[in-house]
């Protein structure tokens, strides 16, 4: 047997232990390339360093003066009489000529002297070429030293030579900022003739007219056909870049709005996806192709617009000039600001394409902005968008990144930012999960049922009539729906979190406002295990005299509505809520700035209506009475909410109808003074201000004072219209407001005082009468007659 038998007889490696060594062999490999790279690297970074202190050392060396002798009196002497003796015409014209061509060749006085190398030696490229850049000679520096900066070195055949320019010496005088149109005069070629305002105003009416043709042409073409013109978008991007000084501000502009026109118009209604490898490396048909090749497209120049609108806003806040010369500093806020609008509009129009994640920390931090406009169109577009969001994707991340940046800026941010989370559209969202699960759910039959209780045709009926129930029940996106309020769950979560947060560390920070205004809104929505601790540190926030009137009243009520959701098993008496709500009733604002009304009357109603059976007949008149008084004093449109809120009282308890009455029920006698309403004796008195407002300015206050002093009735003469009885005293008072400075309804016009009939003749029945008036009148006419044509003399004394 010879070696070739032994090689056969030799085992096959298995494929797992193939798999292994190639996978080891890669790794080697690629550890290999990487310590190659590095190593390269480590020698370059050397390298650089070695040429880089060599250049410091160079640029640092101070320069010392040649060594010069002074020769003694006696050799001068003796060289000068020397000199003289020679002959003048000791040299021809032609060995002058001579020696003056040798002079500018090289020679020993030329050349080098520290180098040892011989006169007529090859050049040779220098091993040690920064040291013999260090010997050769330099000037004396005589004039005052000048700053200089280092530039890239030159290398040539005979080494490397450093590069070096004195940097420019700006005077005081020309530091401020260059203006649009001192570099436009800087940019204009001198040897162009210089054109008049009126030329160059026509020649800028020109060029602007051809860039927006040009503009237009190119998204008209990406319009008309995305797929073929997708790379048109290039084109109309690096229109963002333009430099012509006379059109670069407007020409950015405009090219910015028809970029996000376009993306609004082209961009498909799904998230697109990178394609894998497997994807890629499969082939597909010709259309599938081509719409990969436009999805990959659309996506790229999408991101690039969004990094130049990103830029844009960078430049302007760091207040620098980094693209051209051809836009100055003061253009670029109006840049700003347009790029802030289409960024805007492209959260607002474009919440499930890529990059909204991207789009929404661009747009969060400059809700906080100090720029009112840019802080106000942020704001708006964030509610805009809150409000739209029926799944609460866009939400979340909205409300985490929000969390975010009020936690970093320590609470430092202003109240518009958590005002904007009250347009969360969490409110649609059954929280309740108890009913859904003791609702029957429907079941499916098992195998061994089915096979005992059914027969063979009942079984296969039975397993078609479950297989579309199944498909009935992912139409029905009954799984989505569960996703919705999991996503709503969480971001609640986050919002609370928020809120909760400040009341602990920030309670008199400027946020506390909108935090109490969001904890009335989503109180119901609270977990019942944080109530004792939320009432406990919402009543002594209105103890501590720290809160405005309107802050207390938001405090009361969210109490108010947790107590009415969720809090109806927690045996809490809130009495205290009441006597500071009936005690600070008369502070509500009577003038234009009458906003608190609407928190009053939502107020009312939970504290009142919803929780009739938990008051007692005594707090209720008691408010009634005090609500009539108040309706003095305010402006028409709180005194219509003001009386409505009264006829709901009268209606939720009917027995107050007793305060319509002059005579006292029972002892003692109404104490308005008092700050609790159940001893204040409101049995006692009368709703005597109804017949003042009966007889008020506005037609409405008007009915509705006459309406109650006839009890409130639902039908009859005294009832009031359908359109006024359905509607709520919230309602009421925005449908009534004053803040446009208009009335509501419109006042009438007065009536005409022209007489519409003219007596005809004599106005005297008695002629006698008659004859002697006009006779008096006549001889008074004839004594106090003027003539103007007699020159008047004055009297002489």
């Known amino acids: ?54 250049i410091t050392d160079v640029s640092h060396q101070t320069l010392k003066p040649l060594e010069r002798y002074k020769k003694r009196p006696e050799d001068e002497e003796e060289e000068e009489e020397f000199l003289e003796s020679l002959p003048t015409d000791m040299m021809d014209e032609d060995d002058l000529e001579q020696i003056k061509a040798m002079a500018h060749k090289a020679s020993f006085l030329t050349r080098d002297i520290s180098s040892s190398a011989p006169v007529h030696a090859k050049k040779r490229k220098s091993e040690q070429s920064v040291e013999k850049y260090e010997k050769m000679p330099r000037k004396m520096q005589m004039q005052k030293e000048k700053e200089l900066i280092h530039l890239l070195p030159i290398k040539d055949k005979s080494g490397l030579i450093p590069q070096s320019m004195e940097k420019p010496v700006v005077p005081e005088a020309e530091e401020e900022p260059m203006d649009q149109e001192e570099l436009e005069i800087e940019e204009e070629p001198e040897s162009g003739p210089s054109l008049t305002p009126q030329e160059q105003l026509e020649l800028r009416a020109e060029r602007l007219m051809e860039k927006k043709l040009h503009i237009a042409s190119l998204s008209s073409a990406v319009l008309a056909d995305p797929h073929v013109n997708i790379k048109k978008l290039k084109e109309l991007r690096a229109m963002l870049m333009e430099t012509d000084p006379c059109v670069a501000v407007t020409v950015r502009k405009l090219v910015m709005v028809s970029l996000m026109e376009v993306f609004k118009d082209i961009v498909p209604a799904y998230r697109i996806r990178p394609l894998t490898e497997e994807e890629k490396a499969t082939k597909v048909k010709k259309e599938t192709q081509q719409l990969r090749e436009f999805e990959e497209g659309l996506v790229s120049q999408y991101k690039f617009y969004l990094e130049d609108l990103e830029q844009t806003i960078k430049d302007w806040k760091q207040k620098k000039q980094k693209r051209s010369q051809a836009v100055s500093l003061q253009c670029y806020k109006g840049l700003a600001e347009v790029a802030i609008r289409c960024i805007c509009d492209l959260l607002v129009a474009l919440p499930h394409f890529n990059f909204h994640n991207n789009i929404i920390v661009m747009v969060v931090p400059l809700m906080n902005d100090s720029v009112r406009t840019v802080s106000e169109m942020s704001c708006e577009a964030v509610r805009k968008l809150l409000k739209q969001d ?114 602990k560390k920030a309670q008199k920070s400027i946020l506390l406002s909108s935090v109490l205004e969001g904890l009335a809104k989503f109180a119901h929505l609270i977990n019942l295990e944080f109530f004792d601790d939320l009432l406990a540190v919402l009543f002594g926030l209105i103890i501590s005299g720290d809160l405005t009137y309107r802050e207390s009243l938001h405090c009361i009520l969210t109490s108010f509505h947790i107590l009415s959701g969720q809090g109806d098993v927690l045996n809490i008496d809130p009495l205290k809520f009441y006597s500071h709500l009936y005690k600070t009733l008369l502070t509500l604002h009577a003038g234009a700035a009458n906003d608190d009304t609407a928190i009053v009357l939502q107020c009312l109603d939970a504290m009142l209506n919803k929780r009739r059976k938990q008051v007692n007949l005594l707090r209720a008149q008691a408010f009634v009475k005090r609500l009539s008084t108040l309706g003095l004093h305010v402006l028409p449109d709180s005194c219509v909410g003001i009386l409505a809120a009264n006829r709901t009282l009268m209606h939720t308890f009917p027995k107050c109808d007793i305060l319509l009455d002059n005579e006292m029920q029972g002892s003692g006698v109404y104490l308005p003074e008092l700050d609790v309403p159940e001893y204040c004796n409101p049995q006692n008195t009368g709703l005597w201000e ?100 007699l020159q008047h003399t004055p009297q002489e004394t």
Not at 5 to 24: D, E, H, I, M, V
Not at 38 to 46: E, F, L, M, V, Y
Not at 403 to 427: F, Q, T
Not at 744 to 763: D, Y
Request: glycine share 2%; net charge positive.
């Open 690 to 789: 109804l017949h003042l407002l009966k007889s008020h300015y506005h037609p409405v206050v008007r009915k509705f004072a006459a309406h109650l002093m006839k009890g409130a009735p639902s039908e009859g003469s005294g009832a009031l219209s359908m359109e006024l009885s359905r509607r709520t005293p919230v309602q009421l008072f925005e449908d009534y407001s004053v803040k446009d400075m208009t009335f509501n309804p419109p006042v009438a016009e007065p009536p005409s005082k022209k007489k519409e009939h003219f007596t005809i003749g004599h106005a005297f029945f008695d002629p006698d009468l008659k004859a002697q008036i006009d006779a008096a009148l006549q001889t008074e006419s004839e004594q106090m007659s003027l003539d103007f044509t």
């Open 1 to 54: 047997m010879g070696p070739a038998a032994k090689k056969n007889r030799k085992k096959r490696p298995s494929f797992r232990k193939l798999l292994k060594t190639s996978n080891l062999k890669l790794e080697n490999k690629q550890k290999n390339r990487q310590f190659k790279q590095q190593s390269s690297a480590k020698k370059q970074r050397k390298e650089q360093r070695k040429l880089r202190q060599a």
């Open 390 to 503: 029926k799944l609460g994707q866009a939400s979340l991340a909205m409300v985490k990144v929000i969390s975010g940046m009020v936690k970093s800026r320590n609470y430092n941010v202003k109240p518009e930012v958590l005002k904007c989370l009250l347009c969360l559209r969490i409110k649609e969202v059954d929280m309740k999960k108890d009913t859904e699960d003791t609702a029957p759910k429907k079941k499916f039959m098992l195998f061994k049922e089915r096979k005992t209780n059914l027969s063979r045709m009942q079984r296969k009926w039975k397993k078609a009539e479950e297989k579309l129930q199944k498909e009935l029940l992912e139409a029905e996106a009954t799984e989505s729906k569960d996703k919705k309020i999991k996503l709503h769950t969480e971001t609640l979560n986050i919002v609370f979190l928020i809120y909760f947060r400040i009341l």
